[in-house]
């Protein structure tokens, strides 16, 4: 049975997902006295390494899994091989930065200040790249290993040390924009000398290195995930791309406003989601791979009335969401109707997703939600503009997840089914 003790961590794990995001909004915030092009500069960067955020966060996600599925069978092998293998994904996204980001930022940006700052800039965002990947990693790994409230704590001092570093060598030195990516590399470094102390009281012998068949399962599995990522990016911008499509239906302003707007709010609705695909990932990789099934479903039952409730909550919460970011109308309304929908959905969908990342399925998610998105919603958001019909383009944060869901629950019994008789409270 699920027992009181379960859901130990995933506060800390939510607050550690938040943690980035503040990090970043408090560098563009502290870039502001470096003029307007230091913050598109900053935002460009971001667009750019859109690939190697998507690989940072598959290896993390399969790392994570991969440790709690070993602690189950006391093999901590599984943490060295993870740890040296992201690693080994951060220097390669380094050398990729290095030689490829200069000449893509002058295309995107032509050659002016902007391109000129990402250019000077680069190269400490480059070699704070692997730290970046060590980091991201071994903080997932210690949220698997139970440790997350030592990793909230180490957040709030990172916090806070970012905050003095940018004050240290954005204004104080001068150093403008490249000084932000300075005290990013500063700030890298002492909370990958934290995470290698942390990590080394779950170990008890000296660091060993990566099987062949592991490092192949790993970077296998890492791929797939990367993959669903990018789509899952790639499929958002496709939607602001169509939004202002003037030849799409009946174009306005105000219609894309509502979509930009309504994405940014769905993200911080669905981020506790997001959280709990990660927790129970690695939650439920601790059990027996017949076991995985039962507990998701038990899981999904009790989580249903929540979603819910939350769903009404937002549903009611039209207008006063609408007044308080300045939105209205039929494109506006219809939105937040539709991701007060998906919610109960996405909640069905999340657990299925995190019972088949915990028994290393990552190709099968990664397809079916890559397929979904670019075969039933972007084609329902086009649809929808063209006949000018809202309720017609928000199926597409419907039906996908649904699509999904369906197809989740069916794959998770990847082995024979039978009554589950352990405990998840440690």
Known sequence: MI???????????LITLGAVQISQQLDIVMLRPAGSEAQSAYALLARLAMIDTALMTAVG??????VAQKRRTTD????????????LSGIACAAGAFVLYPGVATLAAGDGPVSTLIAAGIGLYAVTTPLRFLVNSSVLMLHALNDGAAVV????????????????????????????????????????AWCWRALAAHRETPLRLPTPSFAAGFFRSAAWEAQRTLAVHLAIFAGVALFATPSLGHY??????????????????????????????????????????????DLWLRGAPIACLAALALFASRDPLGNLYGQAGPWWSSMIAAIAV???????????????????????????DSVALWS?????????????????????????????????WRSLPLAPPH?????LAH
């Open 153 to 192: 704590r180490w957040k709030v001092i990172e916090l806070a040390l970012k905050f003095v570093g940018n004050l240290l060598f954005i204004d104080y030195l001068g150093g403008g924009f490249s000084g932000c990516f300075a005290s990013g590399l500063l700030v890298a470094a002492i909370s990958a």
């Open 252 to 297: 306005e302003l105000a219609r894309l406003s509502a979509y930009a707007t309504g994405q940014t709010l769905m993200l911080a609705i669905i981020a506790p989601l997001l959280a709990l695909t990660r927790f129970l990932s690695f939650r439920l990789a601790r059990l027996d791979a017949a076991d995985v099934a039962p507990f998701a479903r």
């Open 342 to 368: 998906s919610l109960p959905i996405r909640h069905s969908a999340n657990v299925a997703r995190a019972g088949l990342f915990a028994r290393g399925a990552f190709a099968v998610v990664a397809i079916t």
């Open 3 to 13: 027992e009181k003790g379960f859901w130990r961590g995933y506060w800390p794990l």
């Open 419 to 423: 009554r589950a008789s352990g405990s």
């Open 76 to 87: 901590v092998s599984a943490l060295d091989g993870a740890l040296l293998l992201s690693l």
């Open 376 to 408: 039933c919603g972007v084609p329902l958001l086009a649809l929808g503009l063209l006949v000018d019909a809202p309720e017609v383009a928000y199926l597409s944060l419907i039906v996908p997840e649904a699509a999904c869901a369906h197809r989740f």
């Open 61 to 66: 996600a399969v790392a994570s899994t991969t």
